[in-house]
């Protein structure tokens, strides 16, 4: 089975910009988990989303949003980005209890 | 509140040496724990996880060790070799059970 994909790897953009990544979790697996890993913070829990639904958020402000599509591809999206949200964003898709996490998409805001 | 963390954020061992990767974590409720390795440039790769009613798994080259009595977790490799080297995070699952709270890391270096 192809693992969980990311698009697109890299990204760079500029203040108060908005951002949309996207992830196509591995065959079969209906949750897809996002979270964000900084050098500071480390690896933090974003949302998680199930059958096209909201099942969990961490504790992240209004401006990152996430959504699931029909067929459990997921998109999130950032809005009015600030210097503090470079950060690698890492998509995980499970079926059961085991995440498996895609390459991440590195964000660089300038 | 919840929260996961590592001992010692490096470890460096010889080549064919056995490696152990320690990590506490302080939500008693937990009961579901997981290992990653991260290498860089790569997201984390699952390596291990273990649940709560266990306190040992055995993978390959690999063991996790539970002690929920003292709150913590172990990893440990077998022989290690130069391409352990990554950084290792441990993880256990929220208690909504669809998030994982990492600690932050341990760097593993091997040298040959």
């Known amino acids: 089975k192809a693992g969980v994909t990311q698009t697109p790897r890299y990204l760079i953009k500029t203040r108060g910009q908005q951002v949309t990544l996207s992830c196509s979790p591995i065959s079969g697996h209906r949750s897809v988990s996002w979270y964000q890993q900084t050098p500071g913070q480390g690896l933090q829990f974003l949302f998680e989303?199930?059958?096209?639904?909201?099942?969990n958020k961490g504790n992240f402000p209004g401006r990152f949003s996430g959504r699931q599509f029909s067929n459990s591809r997921s998109e999130m999206n950032v809005s009015t980005l600030e210097l503090g949200d470079s950060a690698l964003y890492l998509c995980a898709s499970r079926n059961q209890e085991t995440q498996y996490f895609g390459p991440g998409t590195r964000l660089l805001v300038l | 509140g919840e929260s996961v963390g590592l001992h010692l954020p490096t470890l460096s061992v010889q080549e064919g040496d056995n490696s152990i990767i320690n990590c506490a974590y302080s939500?008693?409720?937990?009961?579901?724990f997981i290992w990653y390795k991260q290498e860089s440039g790569k997201g984390p790769q699952f390596i291990i996880d273990?649940?709560?009613?266990?306190d040992k798994r055995q993978g390959q080259r690999v063991t996790v060790l539970l002690n929920k009595t003292v709150k913590h977790l172990s990893l440990q490799i077998a022989a290690t070799q130069p391409g352990d080297s990554a950084v290792y995070f441990c993880?256990?699952?929220?208690?909504?059970?669809?998030?994982?709270?990492f600690g932050k890391g341990t760097t593993l270096s091997v040298s040959s």
């Open positions: 993880a256990e699952s929220d208690q909504a059970g669809t998030a994982l709270i």
């Open positions: 273990i649940r709560s009613n266990m």
């Open positions: 939500n008693s409720a937990s009961d579901y």
């Open positions: 989303y199930f059958s096209e639904t909201q099942r």
